[in-house]
């Protein structure tokens, strides 16, 4: 039973363009969404995070999209950089953030220069 | 500030015998969940504990696995009768507390024969 789903392995994307990830979740008791970044041979790096009250949240080159009547949530990054290139993994959670996160299967980012 | 410590960061282990993951928390952190990656897939919470409590198990397998984490010392994740299947990526994580962001550590790749 895949709760979080993330329907794309792989994405490539020019350097400099937009790279939207995508996410799709099934459990309607989710409530907090977020973003990991993940190189080879390292644990998961936070990057952004939103909460179901709102719809967007941005940080800097990054922004998430939540739409929560489709049960999707979307990551833009823009403009998109080499160092860019990594697995990211959606990831959501009930009661706001609290405790076990279920994530998605990840999808590969490459950027081409 | 040391980030989430992890040893060993590679395992091997044959059939049969028992595998130790540790885990040491972020200065300050008294909350660690783990989670488990299987090859092309995402993260799996496994367990959540507070110093000297086990909060959530719901992801445990019922045999071979426990996990504990002492009032002083690192947490532990340990795998008797280790078989081919349980070979994977164990990551740790800490918190602050149940509602804050969690930061993961390297994970260890444990491999077994």
């Known amino acids: 039973d895949q709760q979080v789903k993330q329907n794309s392995p792989s994405l490539s994307v020019q350097e400099g363009r937009i790279s939207i990830l995508n996410c799709d979740y099934t459990n309607s008791m989710f409530d907090y969404f977020l973003w990991y970044k993940k190189y080879p041979a390292e644990g998961p790096t936070f990057l952004i995070s939103i909460s179901s009250i709102k719809d967007k949240n941005e940080d800097g080159r990054f922004t998430v999209f939540l739409n929560k009547s489709a049960k999707h949530l979307s990551l833009h990054i823009v403009p998109s950089q080499p160092g860019d290139s990594a697995v990211y993994f959606c990831?959501?959670?009930?009661?706001?953030?609290?405790?076990?996160?279920?994530f998605g299967q990840g999808t590969r980012l490459t950027i081409n220069p | 500030n040391a980030g989430v410590m992890q040893n060993p960061r590679h395992l091997v282990r044959r059939r049969g015998q028992e595998a130790r993951l540790r885990c040491s928390p972020m200065k300050g952190h008294s909350h660690v969940y783990w989670y488990r990656q299987l090859p092309e897939e995402g993260l799996k919470f496994m367990v959540y504990l507070q110093k000297e409590n086990i909060i959530d198990e719901s992801g445990m397998p019922k045999e071979r696995f426990s996990a504990e984490f002492p009032k002083e010392g690192p947490s532990i994740l340990r795998i008797q009768q280790v078989v081919r299947g349980d070979s994977a990526a164990y990551f740790c994580?800490?918190?602050?507390?149940?509602?804050?962001?969690?930061?993961f550590g390297p994970g260890t790749r444990l491999t077994v024969l």
């Open positions: 994580a800490s918190s602050l507390g149940s509602y804050n962001e969690q930061f």
């Open positions: 990831a959501a959670s009930a009661e706001s953030g609290a405790q076990k996160l279920v």
